[in-house]
């Protein structure tokens, strides 16, 4: 019997090829609820990293599951559950998620039978204090459609299909995952070298010539979109600290953001622009010789710093520090 990983996000694939619970012969699955996800998925499967792969477009608007509901259909039943009926037919050792509150997640975990099913930590969740809300008439939705088998969480990991949860720093877990059993989350020894393998794919679509400049990775807020110059300086004087006093600037816009916000920069030759689909935990790799990363608050800022502990990672979030950003601070963040 071989495990099942389960992942929505470019994250989770990442993850997943890290981990040291993975086997070669397992398979990856994911999951695409956006239908934005193919160029990721063939990114991976081009690298190789993973033997067994499998993409899965779920992708259904919520106009579309108004639809379904008036027309009292199932999406999940008539559309996703024909796509999984290899992963349904096939009895599993373990398997492990990234977000069991997907319904299409649940779905998986309701129908195929294994020995147990195991979270790993989706980015910041397990340890800000935030709690999954949904509108009214999203709640009378999903439980019209999935009562069958969805348990209605508010924190991800904590479903009733879930057995226990794998964590990156488990001493710093909120309170909700712990009500299961906590696991630290190892990577395998070649993780770096399997990162490099799928930056690869990136390098070829960028065609830059490498250089030996020092770099810093801006991660611009959606919010925060029209304050790039005041982070620009920010990240100057910083990389000055450091003995760095030319650092060539690299902006990754917030994949909602503005895309007329990014022309502003796009003629200056001391800034690069970041395509907006490449994942960021990639950058490091991708770009040669990243030496800081600054973002305000983000899940990107914790994956740099846990895959590149060389790189000097600044949280500059303006609010009242909350939980996940005094997490950060514990874990080397600096503000």
């Known amino acids: 019997m071989f495990n099942l990983f389960i992942g929505l996000t470019p994250l989770h694939i990442i993850t997943a090829i890290c981990s040291d619970k993975r086997d070669s012969e397992d398979l990856v699955v994911l999951i695409d609820q956006s239908g934005s996800l193919y160029d990721f998925y063939e990114a991976v499967r081009r690298s190789a990293l993973l033997k067994n792969f499998q993409y899965i477009d779920a992708s259904c608007s919520w106009q579309k599951l108004l639809s379904y509901f008036f027309n009292k259909k199932n999406p999940i039943s008539t559309n996703f ?19 069991d509150l997907a319904p299409e997640v649940q779905l998986i975990l309701s129908r195929v039978e294994c020995s147990a099913a195991h979270y790993i930590e989706d980015g910041s969740a397990a340890y800000n204090s935030h709690f999954v809300v949904r509108k009214i008439y999203k709640k009378i939705i999903i439980n019209f459609l999935f009562s069958e088998f969805y348990d209605p969480i508010n924190v991800i990991g904590t479903s009733r299909y879930i057995s226990d949860g794998f964590y990156s720093y488990p001493e710093n877990v909120r309170s909700e995952n712990k ?12 993780y770096r070298k399997c990162l490099q393998e799928l930056a690869a794919y990136y390098k070829d679509i960028l065609d830059r010539a490498e250089s030996d400049e020092k770099k810093c990775v801006i991660f611009v807020p959606k919010d925060q979109s029209v304050h790039v110059p005041e982070l620009i300086k920010y990240a100057q004087r910083n990389a ?6 030319d650092i060539k600037i690299i902006l990754k816009f917030h994949p909602l953001s503005d895309p007329k916000l990014e022309n502003v920069f796009s003629a200056d030759e001391s800034i690069i ?14 770009y040669e010789n990243v030496v800081l990363v600054l973002g305000e608050g983000s899940t ?9 502990g060389c790189v000097k990672v600044l949280n500059v979030a303006k609010r009242l520090p909350d939980a996940y950003d005094r997490f950060l601070t ?4 600096l503000n």
């Open 300 to 308: 990107i800022l914790m994956n740099v710093r846990k895959f590149y």
């Open 273 to 286: 622009l970041c395509p907006r689909g490449m994942p960021g935990e990639l950058l490091p790799e991708i």
């Open 81 to 99: 559950e024909k796509k999984i009926r290899q992963l349904v037919d096939e009895k599993r050792g373990n398997i492990y998620v990234f977000n």
């Open 240 to 245: 000055e600290k450091m003995g760095v006093y």
């Open 330 to 333: 514990k874990i080397g963040v």
């Open 179 to 190: 009500l299961k059993e906590v696991k630290k989350l190892c990577f395998r020894n070649d």
